[in-house]
């Protein structure tokens, strides 16, 4: 792991500027869809938001949901897939209409992601964590119990690798097998679009598309703000984004050898920002609390 001793910070090349919070009542859960922001609310309703043209409601859902996930475009269109804040797993087409649901458990620490062909979903059940894996049709073809904060890292085919922070660097190994007795960090792991983020107290340390299998400790880099709650990463790997227990959001440029202790933050909210999210295209970033924002970079 690079060790980053230099307080000084490099600011972004652009700031942070608010382009829209749209009119929603409660949400609690988002996901992009290419340049549209998909966002449930905690009732259940579904909006599409699109950052130059305001919203619009496509259907009503489960209500309190605490994932939603978005599909790639293929021959059958886009699915979204929401999960409860009870473990209740059910998949969408945008129309509404539902195509398959299954009782997962699942109850915290959950990671929700589209494959190759299918679903992913990490989460705690009460007596254990569990991976789930999916296919179109919503049929287990995968299911492990796993330690603790592992999550799971979608492969272009099969089944998906699992990944755990350990003081020895990030340990990623094939399914099917299973890690030594090591406990993990108190790093939170995150996965967006093949780079892994791991989220602590004290800041955010980040690995740019780690190795096939093995241990990828020797490229991770942290960026140190206090009080950080969530994280993301842009698709190209260049941009990271960081939110606060106080409602504070930032952008930076991660580069090993330059710690960031203060990156410049906008006062975005009023409550602790639960997520953040790259738009897939366009340098748009979304921000999840007490409403949405989205802000362009």
Known sequence: ????????????????????SPALAEPSAMAWSGEELLVAEREGAVHLVEPSFGSRRLFRAASDPARLAISPMSSAGRRVAILSRSGQLRVHELDGRLVWE???????GVQLAFGAGGLVLVGDAEDARRVFVYNVDGRVVGRARVPARTVALPQPSGLPRLLRSLLTGLS???????????PSTGHHLYVSSGHVFGVAS??????????????????????????????????????????????????????????RTSPGK?????????????????????SLAERVWIWSY
Do not use: C, Q
């Open 266 to 286: 906008v006062g975005a909210h009023d409550a602790p920002v639960t997520g953040l999210a790259f738009a897939e295209r366009g340098r748009w970033l979304a």
């Open 102 to 108: 299954h009782a997962t458990g699942l109850i915290a």
């Open 202 to 259: 004290g800041g955010v340390t980040l690995w740019r598309k780690p190795e096939a299998s093995g241990s990828a400790g020797g490229d991770a880099v942290t960026v140190k703000l206090y009080d950080v709650t969530n994280a993301a990463i842009s698709s190209d790997g260049e941009t990271l984004a960081l939110a606060t227990r106080s409602g504070g959001v930032s952008v930076t440029v991660p580069r090993p050898g330059v710690a």
């Open 172 to 182: 990623v190994l094939p399914w099917g097998e299973r890690f030594g007795s090591e």
């Open 1 to 20: 792991m690079v060790e980053l001793a230099d307080a000084h910070f490099l600011h972004p090349p652009r700031p942070l500027e608010a382009l829209v």
